[in-house]
């Protein structure tokens, strides 16, 4: 019995004292819509400073598309691109992004005075209030997401033809997986937000994004929010994608 007590015992020793590889702790800072948890490795005083460009990005886009954040969202920062991706599962970014209701940001310890931080943040911000109009395309928000966080070159220029209609591009953005597929994807994401900031300006995308919270038919907001017929609209964005492709 002795002897049995004490292979126990050795056991369970084991048990408690083996390391838990990948498994990191994380401080927490309650902000006033933000839940901020950050790796050992950031100061508190960045972590701070990241979330104070949160709620400033928040408050602004609040004001734009009339939306508020019920409770608060989480942020969680990570000193490793590699454990944010796994984490956060993005496709495309080793930065920042936003899935599943919570805030993905990436924090490297070499990083000077979070420079660049910002416009990740408003690109982040901006995917959590888009999430917030279920009606909206995903494409769409997706790409909107780009151009305010500074960020629509930032996968070169369209490389195939194959996208002939707003449909495709919204099966692309469903189905891409893999990494050619993915960067191709947010190459046309980008050129299409800048097709049409360039062609109706900022303010008419946001009204175009606002009245999908009464309407999920994109042709109606499209042409309410453009004053142009969307077929029109289609046709000179395809043509303005194989000009890019061309170049």
């Known amino acids: 019995m002795k002897n049995i007590l004490l292979i126990v015992g050795i056991v369970l020793s ?21 839940r901020l948890k950050y790796e050992n490795g950031i100061s508190s005083q960045e972590a701070k400073n990241i979330g104070k460009m949160f709620e400033k990005s928040y408050a602004e886009d609040k004001k734009i598309f009339g939306i508020a954040f019920t409770g608060k969202i989480d942020v969680l ?43 990740v943040v408003k690109r982040v911000v901006a995917r959590a209030i888009l999430d917030r109009i279920p009606a909206c395309p995903p494409w769409l928000a997706e790409a909107y997401t780009l151009f305010v966080g500074n960020a629509t070159a930032r996968f070169g220029k369209p490389a195939r033809s194959t996208t002939s209609s707003f449909s495709d591009l919204g099966e692309d953005y469903v189905s891409a997986e893999h990494e050619k597929d993915v960067m191709e994807l947010y190459a046309k994401l980008g ?57």
Not at 89 to 113: E, S
Not at 211 to 224: A, H, L, P, R
């Open 14 to 34: 084991l048990v408690k004292t083996e390391p838990v590889f990948g498994v990191q702790s994380m401080q927490t800072i309650s902000m006033a819509k933000f």
């Open 77 to 119: 920062m990570y000193t490793s691109a590699s454990r944010f991706k796994t984490e956060s599962q993005t496709r495309a970014f080793n930065d920042g992004d936003y899935a599943g209701g919570k805030c993905y940001l990436v924090v490297p310890p070499k990083l000077k005075g979070l420079e660049g931080m910002e416009f």
């Open 191 to 247: 050129s299409t937000i800048q097709f049409l900031v360039d062609r109706f300006g900022k303010e008419r995308i946001e009204e175009a994004l606002i009245g999908f919270k009464t309407t999920g038919n994109i042709e109606d907001v499209f042409q309410s929010a453009f004053k142009e017929k969307y077929s029109d609209i289609e046709k000179e964005w395809v043509a303005a994608l194989h000009v890019q492709m061309k170049q």
